[in-house]
């Protein structure tokens, strides 16, 4: 049976390495971002480099209304999801109260709702026919304490990674594996859309990974049924010390390195 997955926030990063990763192993794949141009070039890529079917759709995921027009178009295609990759995602530029609230809004939008209800509406069909995977990308920034600076990135992954976890234990039994991926630094467009490449280019090249690398551990380990993974072994080693440090310190070592890789601007 051919398979079908489904990847938000694909025209970049992560999400590109998961449509080039998926499409190489034979299955189908549904592209979702806003940039359509560049979507409708990669569907075409990969459909010729790999015979699968590539289906781009541009739509902003940030939209209230965006989830029930992606879903009425999977349904008058007579699109089957099997795979859904919830990975769109972005930061947003300095302290809370420096942006506007409808900035947060459109954030927590994307991030926390749209992740939600896409899993929400194509888990039935999932559990029905006894297989699904749903990969949440969440960060390591989910697992450690947060510093001034992009408020709500943090939150909006730790909370990703608690839905991952309770979604998970609701499927036992049902064919359908849950997890949330923690990428720390990763080569992607990510920075540069947060306006902190200088800052992040300051960091050792010992502590970034390959998007490609990310999506490789990712894979193998959805299909392992790991609920909660960590991508590397840096990463591993940084979850652990945040797990085991006192709280008090973790905190004030996050805080005195924050500047170097978020915007702490009012």
Not at 212 to 233: C, F, I, N, P, Y
Request: charged share 20%; glycine share 8%; net charge neutral.
């Amino acid at each position: 049976m051919t398979r079908t997955a489904l990847i938000t926030g694909a025209s970049a990063g992560i999400g590109l390495a998961f449509a080039e990763r998926y499409a190489s192993m034979g299955i189908n794949t549904v592209l979702v971002a806003r940039r359509e141009q560049r979507l409708q070039q990669l569907a075409n890529e990969l459909e010729s480099r790999t015979k699968t079917s590539s289906t781009a759709l541009a739509m902003d995921l940030a939209d209230p209304t965006a989830i029930d027009g992606l879903v009425a178009e999977l349904a008058n295609r007579q699109l089957h999801i099997d795979i859904l990759v919830n990975n769109a995602g972005y930061g947003v530029n300095g302290k809370l109260t420096s942006r506007d609230w409808q900035d947060h809004r459109q954030f927590i939008e994307l991030m926390m709702v749209a992740p939600v209800e896409l899993s929400y509406r194509l888990l039935p069909a999932m559990r029905e026919q006894g297989y699904g995977r749903i990969l949440n990308i969440a960060s390591l920034a989910g697992l450690i304490p947060s510093g001034a600076g992009h408020t709500l990135y943090g939150a909006s992954k730790a909370y990703l990674i608690r839905f991952s976890e309770a979604l998970s234990a609701e499927c036992v039994g049902t064919g359908v594996n849950v997890a949330a991926i923690c990428p720390g630094f990763t080569y992607s467009e990510f920075h540069d859309v947060t306006g902190t490449r200088d800052q992040v280019s300051k960091m050792p090249s010992w502590m970034w990974m390959t998007a490609e690398e990310v999506v490789e551990m990712s894979v193998a380990g959805v299909e392992q049924d790991k609920v909660v993974l960590v991508t590397g072994r840096v990463n591993r080693f940084l979850a652990w010390l945040a797990r085991h440090l006192p709280p008090a310190l973790a905190r004030r070592l996050v805080n005195a390195r924050s500047k170097d890789f978020r915007d702490q601007s009012e």
